[in-house]
């Protein structure tokens, strides 16, 4: 009887250590805090200069934001970013005008102005600050992207 009940706590015993093994480098990004314990603030960083246009690293990325945010409400009543990015304002200021396919809505029916999901244009187009990357990454832009 005695066996059977250890030979599963071993093996047990000996899943957790592996499980630790393999763990290894794996930590939170909050660090080493207790669970009950807040986070430090994170640093702010600067966000990068004004610029042109980055170039996209694939054909349906949304492109990344070339230019500070600061301050550009998106809310029920005013959308600054189409201020200048909207058909009736981009020539004036000189702003990409938004796509065709901003103004589909889910239903796949063409409307007249931005379609509701893609009102919160930040929730895919986002500014740059300098900042290491978190993760190691390898990916590589499409060579019919490449311009260089
Ligand atoms: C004061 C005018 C202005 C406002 C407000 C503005 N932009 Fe822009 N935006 C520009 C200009 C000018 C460019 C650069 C166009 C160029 O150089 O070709 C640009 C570029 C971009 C691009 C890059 C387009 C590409 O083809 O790579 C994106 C994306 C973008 N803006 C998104 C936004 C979003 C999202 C907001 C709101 C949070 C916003 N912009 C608010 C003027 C503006
Ligand atoms: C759900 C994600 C999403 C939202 C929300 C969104 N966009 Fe986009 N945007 C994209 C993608 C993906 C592309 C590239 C493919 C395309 O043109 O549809 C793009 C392309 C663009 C371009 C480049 C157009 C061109 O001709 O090269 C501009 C400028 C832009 N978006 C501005 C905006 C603005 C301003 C808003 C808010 C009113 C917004 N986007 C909301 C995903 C989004």
Known sequence: MKKSV??????????????????????????????????DIPKM????????????????????IPHKTEGYAINLRNNKCLNCH???NYKESGATKISLTHF???AGNEL??????????TQCHVPQVS??????????????????
């Not at 047990?12 to 990004?29: E, F, N, P, R």
């Open 45 to 64: 960083k600067k966000w990068q200069p004004d610029r042109d246009p980055i170039t996209r690293d694939y054909l349906q990325q949304p492109p990344l």
């Open 112 to 121: 007249s102005n931005v379609a509701p999901r893609r009102y919160f244009c």
């Open 86 to 88: 909207s058909w009736s």
């Open 131 to 148: 900042a290491k990357p978190i993760a190691k990454n390898t990916f590589r832009p499409l060579h019919s992207l490449v311009t260089e």
């Open 6 to 39: 250890w030979a599963p706590t071993v093996l047990m015993c000996l899943a957790t250590i592996s499980l630790q093994t393999i763990a290894g480098d794996v930590y939170s990004l909050r660090g080493s805090k207790e669970l009950n314990t807040n986070s």
């Open 104 to 106: 589909k809505n889910r």
